[in-house]
């Protein structure tokens, strides 16, 4: 898949389509990059902030996108790691592949060359379109948000944390055993060590789901208004009832 705006940069993104709270035309929205470690909540703020009215950009959405069958990506995940990771349709076992590389570093970097370039170029064809649009506010939700170069080309990143036994909580619920829990949190061991030097706020959603809300709204609002007084238009962020 080439990187396109439009209709194929709309697919890859959640709630929070332009609206209610938009900027000026020609004005640049705020761009919020948000990353963490596996489990920690980055969906869940995620969604928070769509529903204020930003748009969304899930960066494992358009990796499973840029990896579809008869994508230039996949045939390059196929040459590195071999056929045996393909389904019998033709798609990619994304849990076996993970289970591989995540067990090997240097296989994960190669992955990592592999699948970061092409999630780029439609993250920046979705910016573009946000531009156009008149959002108020983009937001970029990615695991490797400092490491494949997303986070230089936001105006805050956003480092979402969240204790240890409520990460390890959640990761059972999605069903991984408690060896793949440990391989995954192994395999990004130091993350929030790498991203808390470029972070402008932390997160933490360790607490009641309605409580953690609150907390990323006011971010959402507070970072609109520094926005505001460098000189943008007055953003209106949506109300939406305690969840």
């Known amino acids: 898949m080439t990187a396109q705006g439009g209709a194929a940069a709309r697919d890859r993104t959640t709630a929070g389509r332009p609206g209610r709270g938009r900027t000026h035309p020609g004005s640049r929205p705020l761009r919020i990059g948000l990353t963490g470690p596996i489990g920690c909540g980055k969906s869940t703020v995620a969604r928070v902030l769509g529903r204020a009215g930003a748009v969304v950009i899930d960066a494992d959405v358009i990796a499973r996108d840029v990896t579809a069958p008869g994508e230039p990506a996949l045939d390059r995940v196929v040459e590195r790691f071999g056929a045996g990771f393909l389904r019998p349709d033709g798609t990619l076992d994304r849990a076996a592949l993970g289970r591989a590389v995540f067990a090997d570093p240097a296989a994960l970097a190669d992955l990592e060359r592999i699948i970061h370039p092409a999630v780029r170029r439609v993250i920046e064809a979705t910016f573009a379109e946000a531009e156009r649009d008149g959002a108020v506010a983009v937001?970029?939700?990615?695991?490797?948000?400092?490491?494949?170069?997303?986070?230089?080309?936001?105006?805050?990143?956003?480092?979402?944390?969240?204790?240890?036994?409520?990460?390890?909580?959640?990761?059972?619920?999605?069903?991984?055993t408690a060896a793949e829990i440990a391989q995954r949190i192994a395999a990004q061991a130091g993350i929030a060590d790498r991203v808390r030097p470029v972070a402008t706020r932390t997160i933490d959603t360790t607490g009641r789901r309605e409580a953690t809300a609150a907390v990323i709204r006011e971010a959402l609002a507070d970072a609109l208004a520094g926005r505001a007084r460098e000189g943008a238009a007055p953003p209106a962020v949506r109300q939406e009832p305690p969840e």
């Open 139 to 176: 937001v970029v939700e990615a695991i490797k948000l400092v490491e494949g170069g997303l986070a230089a080309t936001c105006d805050e990143v956003w480092l979402v944390a969240c204790s240890t036994a409520a990460q390890r909580a959640r990761l059972r619920r999605r069903g991984l």
